[in-house]
């Protein structure tokens, strides 16, 4: 079975605007203080266009879907 | 020498025999200041040099069967993140971690001020095994001086072919993290960055970069001199060798020592003259380390494998005594808010997460009232969700508090406090001005 989607936070660079639980509540919750907490990383096939919206309107680009075959994770820019 | 004796050394002759002695690393007795290149190489004789593939690949064997593993706190096997770095597809750079931010720890210190030799020959030896030029020394302020006059002394003597670069570590908590430190090295600045990817992938300035402990790195270079055999010569088969301890509180002769991994904690304390007062409990590891009540854990042995029966590891090698008087929740209180001020800032959870933790704590210690479903909640939600492991280390230290001092959290519910003196024995800096 080929792995599906996960869902990754770069907790330096998320401010806590919670646009993402908002759009995906299925998947992500906030925690006492507005911080996002992505229950489990792996994307249900069913939420992957609300997982790829969530993406799209986080103001501070912290959220990401990695497709584990296309994606090598030393590739990325580093933060901060 | 007698038969048994020679049969444990690998067939070296004279300088073997004098690897033998203990303490490996510290000195016989101190006070003597560090140990000058001249008295360094005597006792433990010339750094076996190699070049390419092949020897590479054979010394980073060698430490592979001897099992070293960090001595930084995370205890992740050497050869491992060697090879790793090694096999990197640009030059590698070699980081010697002597920052000790832990304001509770001194066993780097201690090694650096006594045999900073031995340090810079491991990290000489690791820019080698990896095929680095350069190895950067970063070292707390306090043996800055005797860690420069160290390098100074090896470039005299044309001793080595990689380049020694020494420098101060910022004097943060964080700035020892792997991350933090590369960061520190480039630009100054001691942040932690999320990974992926690690350092020893892409590090300082993209490179793979090498990070290891002072400590590590000393018993790295009597490996290379002495063999696997010999290391394992002492400690337990699971965690061979021997391990440097910072003993503080309540123990007759406070102090860095030396010590075979795997005896028993209460052995340890004796190496520090034994306890000075009726203990309490005690914080092993270091601030992220794990409060244990004395007569449980005093005799297990001291390895990861011994102490994780108390939910604890060598951790950092901190050892601190807790005396009976003196409120462990206060103790607690103190530490979590230093922590809580020592977090980067980057990362919500961390900020808000160990900020509230520590003012509930400051509450219950205080007795002005304790929610521990909210305080529980709030390590929960706290635990695992920084970038760095600062937040996680932080939550497992209260929380193993919260077991120990259960008893002492019912009197403070009810305003009684068992402290006789106000709380002290672990040291923390003066808060700094925001």
Redesign the interface.
């Given at each position: 079975m080929i792995a599906g989607a996960r869902l990754r936070l770069?907790?330096?660079?998320?401010?806590?605007r919670g646009l993402c639980a908002e759009v995906l509540p299925e998947m992500i919750t906030l925690?006492?203080?507005?911080?996002p907490?992505i229950r489990d990383a792996d994307v249900p096939p069913g939420l992957l266009d609300e997982a790829a919206e969530a993406v799209r309107l986080c103001p501070r680009l912290a959220l990401r879907l990695d497709h584990p075959s296309t994606t090598p994770?030393?590739s990325?820019p580093?933060?901060? | 020498m007698n038969t048994l004796d020679s049969d444990q050394l690998p067939a070296r002759g004279a300088a073997a025999v004098q690897a033998r002695r203990f303490p490996r690393l510290l000195p016989e007795r101190f006070g003597g200041g560090p140990a000058s290149l001249e008295e360094h190489l005597s006792r433990y004789g010339q750094l076996p040099h190699g070049w390419g593939g092949p020897w590479r690949e054979q010394l980073i064997a060698e430490v592979g069967r001897a099992g070293l593993t960090g001595r930084g706190g995370a205890a992740f096997p050497t050869a491992r993140k060697l090879a790793a770095v090694a096999g990197g597809p640009d030059m590698p750079v070699v980081i010697a971690n002597g920052t000790e931010g832990e304001p509770a720890s001194a066993k780097d210190k201690v090694l650096l001020a006594c045999a900073p030799h031995l340090v810079l020959d491991g990290a000489v030896l690791a820019a080698h095994m990896v095929g680095a030029r350069q190895a950067i020394v970063v070292v707390h302020d306090a043996v800055r001086e005797v860690v420069d006059g160290a390098a100074a002394e090896r470039r005299r003597a044309r001793l080595d072919r990689v380049k020694i670069k020494v420098m101060t570590g910022a004097d943060r908590f964080v700035g020892g993290e792997a991350s933090a430190l590369v960061?520190w090295v480039a630009q100054g600045i001691p942040?932690?960055?999320?990974t992926?990817?690690r350092v020893s992938?892409?590090g300082l300035r993209g490179r793979p970069t090498l990070v290891q402990n002072v400590e590590t790195l000393a018993h790295l270079a009597l490996i290379a001199r002495w063999g696997a055999r010999w290391f394992r010569s002492l400690g337990t088969t699971a965690e061979p060798g021997s391990i440097l301890v910072t003993l503080i509180g309540a123990v007759r002769q406070p102090g860095v020592r030396e010590i075979e991994i795997g005896m028993p904690l209460s052995d340890v304390l004796g190496r520090a003259g034994g306890p000075a007062a009726p203990l309490g409990a005690l914080l092993i590891g270091g601030y992220f380390g794990t409060w244990a009540d004395p007569a449980v854990a005093g005799p297990l042995p001291f390895s990861a494998e011994g102490l994780s029966a108390v939910g604890g590891s060598p951790g950092a090698g901190l050892v601190a005594a807790l005396p009976a008087d003196v409120c462990g929740l206060a103790e607690t209180a103190r530490v979590a808010r230093y922590l809580a001020d020592e977090s980067a800032g980057?990362?919500?959870?961390?900020v808000?997460?160990l900020g509230?933790i520590a003012d509930a704590l400051a509450d219950l210690a205080a007795g002005r009232g304790y929610q521990p479903g909210r305080l529980r909640?709030?390590m929960a939600?706290t635990e695992g969700?920084?970038?760095c492991h600062h937040p996680d280390g932080a939550v497992r230290m209260v929380r193993s508090a919260l077991a120990v001092f259960g008893p002492e959290i019912d009197r403070h519910a009810q305003g009684w406090c068992c402290g006789r003196r106000p709380p002290g024995v672990l040291p923390v800096p003066p808060r700094r001005t925001p």
């Open positions: 770069n907790p330096i660079a998320c401010d806590g925690d006492d203080w507005g911080f907490i994770a030393a990325r580093r933060a901060g | 960061n942040l932690p960055t999320a992926p990817p992938e892409s980057q990362c919500g959870p961390c808000f997460g509230s909640r709030w939600q969700r920084g970038a």
